[in-house]
């Protein structure tokens, strides 16, 4: 359940440019075979911009940040960050200042994420992936040493407790029962989420798109707290890496799109809807089943995917 928290009325203005999420049901000859139900959530349809999960995990994050007074948001990501992206978009529309610490090498020319964020006022740093492991560490809003007065620091991901009230939220407009309710997982932040805000009755499922990310079940359990046990992470469906995208991926991102007119992103939501179809194949899902999937959005980072793919 979602504490009713007091929202700043600059938060309730700029979610007034929102979009509703509705729910789509994925019309399939395999999911017909099966007997199996899918829906997606389209939090890709929130806004132009801010899309999906970003969104809610920000959103009682920066409501949080303007009623206590800070001035300037710190966070950090990758080159192609989703989350930055988001940050730096609301961070403006907001008058919150925002920092970006960025994983790598400054890459010239600015690719379209970075060039965006630094268009909406993001002052960026780039860090080595050493300086940025050890930024890991650090999980609440006042533990980045040496933060000035008004400076608020935001871990990885938007990866603090405030984020799971914002998913909640979306959990919460879903009017129809189901049986399973699936995320792609970065961070794991979403799917705690999901998890604390779901009928006890239902399953919680999250896909890795990392590999080697086995780390993230104790995430999870941490962020959900140990009573809850009516979820698990799919480890097999990273397709090689974080950003890696293989042909077979890349396939089934075009057909769906063909099939549905539902773009998917190459790195969160398409490897969940590949492994979902894929499981479905495998005869995962039971028959009668009612499956609701999370679109997470995360479509801008398309962009440099297809340059890097063509490149
Ligand atoms: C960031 C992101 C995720 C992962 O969210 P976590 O809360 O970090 O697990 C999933 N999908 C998209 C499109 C994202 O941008």
């Known amino acids: 359940?979602?504490?009713?928290?007091?929202?700043?009325?600059?938060?309730?203005?700029?979610?007034?440019s929102f979009s509703t999420s509705v729910l789509t049901r994925i019309e399939h000859a395999k999911l017909h075979q099966a007997g199996v139900e899918l829906w997606l959530k389209r939090d890709d349809l929130l806004h132009p911009v801010i899309s999906g999960n970003k969104w809610r995990k920000l959103k009682y994050i920066l409501n949080d940040v303007l009623t206590a007074g800070y001035d300037t948001v710190i966070s950090m990501g990758g080159a192609y960050s989703n989350h930055l992206h988001a940050l730096a978009y609301a961070g403006s529309e907001l008058g919150i200042k925002t920092v970006g610490l960025v994983r790598g090498e400054r890459p010239e020319p600015l690719n379209p994420t970075l060039d965006d964020v630094?268009?909406?006022?993001?002052?960026?740093?780039?860090?080595s992936r050493g300086r940025y492991r050890e930024l890991r560490q650090y999980r609440r809003h006042d533990a980045l040493p040496r933060l000035q007065a008004g400076e608020y620091w935001l871990p990885e991901g938007g990866a603090l407790n405030l984020a799971l009230e914002g998913v909640a939220e979306l959990v919460e407009e879903i009017t129809i029962p189901y049986d399973m309710l699936c995320t792609a997982c970065g961070t794991g932040t979403t799917l705690a989420g999901l998890v604390k805000a779901s009928p006890k009755q239902s399953h919680v499922l999250g896909v890795a798109g990392l590999k080697n990310a086995e780390y993230l079940h104790a995430e999870v359990a941490a962020m959900v707290g140990g009573h809850l046990d009516n979820w698990t992470i799919n480890f097999d469906y990273h397709g090689g890496g974080f950003a890696k995208i293989n042909n077979d991926l890349w396939d089934f991102i075009n057909s769906f799109k063909q099939e549905t007119n539902i773009d998917l992103d190459g790195i969160y939501t398409g490897k969940l809807l590949f492994a979902l179809f894929d499981l479905l194949g495998k005869g995962y899902f039971q028959r009668g089943q009612r499956i609701i999937a999370l679109h997470t959005g995360g479509l801008q980072g398309n962009r440099s995917l297809a340059a890097r793919l063509s490149g």
Request: charge should be positive; avoid cysteine; proline fraction near 8%.
């Open 118 to 127: 630094r268009k909406w006022g993001m002052a960026l740093h780039f860090v």
């Open 1 to 16: 359940m979602a504490a009713i928290l007091p929202v700043n009325p600059k938060i309730t203005a700029l979610q007034q």
